[in-house]
């Protein structure tokens, strides 16, 4: 399925809709800060004994956050590997006392990708029962498209460049680092956000579906 076949059953609402959507994804953290080999060259005849020191087995958290045009939902540090079970689960426990704890709660409209966890009969049903036609299904969103989801084109990107200042010594310090960054962001950088998401899906209308081409 291309992009663009199923973006107008999303985007064919009102426009005060975009104030009420709420966008949702799961990243990796590591503990030690990523390194770039770009930032790394050495010209030399020979073959140079020099290298880069990093952990066999970097410890690393898996984050949930979900974001809209007014807040960031989260963090949410999944202490195991994502399943279905235990996201059912953050999202009951979690995820739902934070929505029902804002005014406009029954405006909001939920996104999330096509992972296995999120596509599971149960968290589907779930959430249909929760959202009803404002749960975006897995029907309606583009697979594959984190050119789309502003957790994916903004927050994660945004949060990987400020969380390693200072650098953490554990996974707590890293988590601390999360949710002081989370916290910092504006409800400004938001509204921008969200523009851009509207922009890149025009684009994807446009170019139905193929390739595209956004700052």
Known sequence: MKKGQSL???????????????????????????VNKQNNRIWSKESPLN????PLR??????????????VFGPFFFSDYVNSRNYLEMLKTFFRPKIL??????????QQDGARPHTATAVQTWLTSR???????????PPRSPDLNPCD??????LKARVYNPLPKTLEELKANIEREIKNISIAALKSTF???????EFCLTADGGHLEVE
């Open 101 to 110: 704890n804002t005014a406009e709660y029954k405006k909001y409209h939920f």
């Open 195 to 201: 523009l851009n998401f509207k922009k890149r899906c």
């Open 153 to 158: 084109f903004f927050l994660w990107g945004y």
């Open 51 to 54: 290298g880069v020191e990093k």
């Open 58 to 71: 970097d410890e690393k958290i898996m984050v949930w956050c979900a974001i809209s045009v007014k807040r």
């Open 8 to 34: 107008p059953s999303v985007l064919n609402q009102p426009s005060s809709t975009l104030d009420y959507m709420i966008f949702s994804d799961e990243a990796y953290f590591y503990l030690t800060l990523p």
């Open 131 to 141: 959202f009803g036609p404002k749960f975006i299904t897995k029907e309606k969103w």
